[in-house]
């Protein structure tokens, strides 16, 4: 195969067969697909890329920052794809300032590509600034119609929005294009959880969970849900396991508080209080303060889940 043509085909998997899949075994294989074919081109960027989205979904941020801007001064045939890899990081450290600036270093590249568009939709949607979200979105959907992440997206701002007659209706839509993916159904599962629909909210979390449970996101949802719901031990035991891979998502710390707050565990709920306090999650100082208040004064603990999540992650 020539060189071109294979790293066409490694830009079809990258921006049209992951985009597709929730799926976390079939993303695992097509990152081994991209391996390989940029092993076999010398497309060594893009191998190198992959390690860097490899490192982002374990949650090793760091190390997947500076894989990529130890590459990105010299890189070429990836350098679009490493600076949106860094967007993607970046974001999950909560650094929004710092992906910003990879968006533009991205579009400085390739203005047009979808992939600007969606990031600077995320980024304004974590900063509350959702008519801009949803421009962003809507021009994603106009230049790839095909794909659901931005359905997913325009979902995730009505709901925020507390419009959720128009959520409801971009999450089917997600879901009629590809089934596959677990952000759809966390999505349509906090719909129905709003509605105390909870068998139907079950089996979208159920499925979310089969598709990728260890990513952040689908942790937390299938958490709250199970805490709704009256099943503490679950929820403790898939927030606990969510904090163990990613020791500074300071919204699964300020969860799994609360949650050990509500089973009586009063030390060691301060105990991940404080820690994602210091990570930078505000709403953890109520919870220490009603920790120390029961430790105090020996009350019955009420704990209300944050509702806060991670930002989308591919």
Do not use: W
């Not at 600076?83 to 203005?111: G, H, L, R, W």
């Not at 999505?187 to 709003?194: K, V």
């Not at 979208?204 to 449970?213: C, F």
């Amino acid at each position: 195969m020539a060189r071109e043509e294979t790293l066409q085909k490694i830009i079809r998997i990258l921006d049209y067969e992951l985009v597709m899949t929730g799926d976390a075994a079939r993303a695992r294989a097509l990152y081994e697909d991209v391996r390989k074919l940029a092993n076999e081109a010398d497309l060594p960027e893009f191998t190198a890329l992959i390690y860097i989205i490899e490192k982002t979904r374990e949650c090793d941020y760091d190390a997947a920052i500076r894989r990529a801007e130890n590459i990105l001064p010299d890189a070429i045939e990836a350098a679009f794809y490493l600076n949106i890899a860094c967007v993607t990081a970046y974001m999950f450290k909560f650094q929004y300032e710092e992906s910003s600036k990879y968006v533009e270093a991205a579009a400085a590249i390739d203005p047009e590509h979808f992939r600007v568009d969606y990031a600077r939709a995320q980024l304004y949607f974590v900063n509350e600034e959702f008519d801009k979200s949803l421009e962003n979105f809507r021009r994603v959907m106009e230049k790839e119609p095909g794909l659901p992440s931005p359905y997913i997206g325009m979902a995730n701002v009505f709901f925020a929005q507390e419009d959720y007659n128009k959520a409801l209706g971009y999450f089917e839509r997600a879901l009629e294009i590809a089934e596959d993916i677990p952000h759809t159904h966390c999505g349509l599962a906090r719909m129905m959880m709003s509605r105390r629909n909870y068998a139907t909210a079950e089996r979208h979390v159920q499925r979310a969970l089969e598709l990728d449970a260890e990513n952040p996101y689908v942790s937390s949802v299938a958490a709250s849900f199970y805490y709704d719901t009256g099943r503490l031990d679950i929820a403790l035991e898939i927030t606990g396991g969510s904090v163990e891979r990613c020791p500074d998502d300071r919204y699964a710390r300020l969860n799994l508080g609360g949650y050990l707050y509500s089973a009586g565990r009063n030390e060691e709920a301060f105990e991940q209080a404080e820690k994602a306090l210091e990570l930078g999650a505000e709403a953890a100082q109520e919870l220490m303060d009603s920790i120390k208040g029961t430790m105090e004064e020996n009350v019955k603990p009420r704990f209300i889940d944050s509702g806060e999540r991670m930002p989308h992650k591919e």
